[in-house]
């Protein structure tokens, strides 16, 4: 399978969205495997493991080790011992976003290893008010939406759901300022209908049928639907 081709194997999935600079691919690819910490288990070096690129798309996976106590019996005493486990996320990345799914411990080791390896500054991309209000009306039908009141308000957070039409009709919110937290819904995507929650803090959820085949075009489209960069474009 080409690797801007992501199959999911259950019924949904989840990323968390970066802002990047990657002037290059291949030679982003190439630092990393040169210059880049490998994943080892001993010693235990957090780093990147099986990745692999094209000239659009680097696509791999960031583990590190995390030490945890679990407590139980031993000889009728209570006592505690330390274990490790692995955790790790995998990401794509293009030229301007980076796309992680998994574990997030190690995401913060991999957006570091990518800022310094690119030389630009990798951000959690946040989603405005403005964004996520135009969102709820590009999408073909409205599922629930998340909306939080200013701090004087009787009711602080509200969440909608149901078929949503105008969430302002509802005497909930303050219809002139309120916050939007998460959106969720229908869009007609370039690979057909998909349900979509979109959280401000740069997540996002999409629930398909399994073995659904994800493409990184779409990933990228449904950015660009979101942040409104440029009008969507269906072929």
Not at 101 to 116: A, V, Y
Not at 131 to 137: A, T
Not at 146 to 166: C, F, Q, V, Y
Request: charged content about 25%.
């Amino acid at each position: 399978m080409p690797i801007d081709e992501i199959e999911i194997p259950g019924s949904s999935v989840s990323f968390k969205c970066w802002s990047a600079k990657i002037p290059s691919i291949p030679q982003l690819f190439e630092k990393m495997m040169e210059d880049g910490d490998e994943f080892k288990i001993d010693p235990e070096i957090p780093g990147f493991h099986d990745c692999d690129h094209n000239k659009d798309v680097i696509r791999g996976f960031y583990s590190h080790i995390v030490p945890f106590e679990i407590e139980h019996l031993q000889e009728g005493m209570t006592t505690k011992s330390l274990f490790k486990r692995i955790e790790s996320c995998e990401f794509v990345a293009t030229s301007g976003c980076i796309f992680v799914t998994g574990k997030s411990g190690p995401q913060r080791g991999l957006t570091h290893s990518i800022s310094t390896l690119s030389g630009y500054g990798v951000a959690l991309m946040e989603f405005e008010f403005l964004q996520m209000s135009q969102l709820s009306d590009r999408l073909s039908q409205v599922k629930s939406i998340a909306l939080t009141n200013p701090k004087d308000k009787e009711i602080r957070r509200a969440r909608l759901a149901g078929l949503i039409e105008s969430y302002t009709d509802y005497n909930v919110i303050d219809p002139r300022n309120h916050g939007i937290e998460s959106v969720a819904g229908l869009v007609d995507s370039p690979l057909g209908p998909i349900t979509l929650t979109v959280n401000k803090k740069g997540g996002l959820r999409l629930n398909v049928r399994k073995g659904f085949i994800l493409t990184v075009e779409c990933l990228l489209w449904l950015v660009q639907l979101i942040r409104d960069e440029k009008p969507p474009q269906r072929s």
